[in-house]
């Protein structure tokens, strides 16, 4: 496939897939013999990667770093399975976090449908501002 084709398949910019195989997050892509870009289906199974991963905030610099580990081979299994588990459980704490959010907003929701004018009222403030 070529860079626009992927472009589209996946909906990351031109720049972008040429910006993560710059800085070593998407692994070399091999080169027709005009000098074009021939994703692979390998290629794109690491595009694929790491747009999920991005999706749901893991660093570039993490990312890099699996990638890096990951071209090394296996011996460098463990690392990068700490890498995953180290991501892992920083998203489970911003899902954690996020839940607990959305409990306050359904709440707050729920209260304009059964409304009840003090309840907030109480979080004005005591004296109006100057």
Not at 79 to 96: P, S
Request: aromatic share 8%; charged share 30%.
């Amino acid at each position: 496939m070529t860079i626009a084709e992927v472009s589209r398949e996946y909906g990351i910019s031109i720049d972008t897939l040429r910006y993560y195989e710059r800085i070593g997050l998407l692994p070399p892509v091999n080169r027709s013999k005009s000098g074009f870009r021939d994703y692979t289906r390998e290629n794109c199974e690491w595009v694929e990667f790491i747009k999920c991963m991005r999706t749901a905030g893991i660093p570039v610099e993490a990312l890099v770093n699996y990638v890096e580990l990951f071209q090394q081979g296996d011996t460098t299994r463990e690392a990068r399975k700490q890498i995953l588990v180290e991501q892992r459980d920083l998203l489970q704490a911003r899902v954690d976090e996020m839940t607990g959010t959305l409990k306050l907003l359904t709440g707050k929701i729920q209260s304009y449908d059964q409304w009840n004018p003090g309840a907030e009222e109480r979080l004005l403030p005591k004296h109006p501002a100057p």
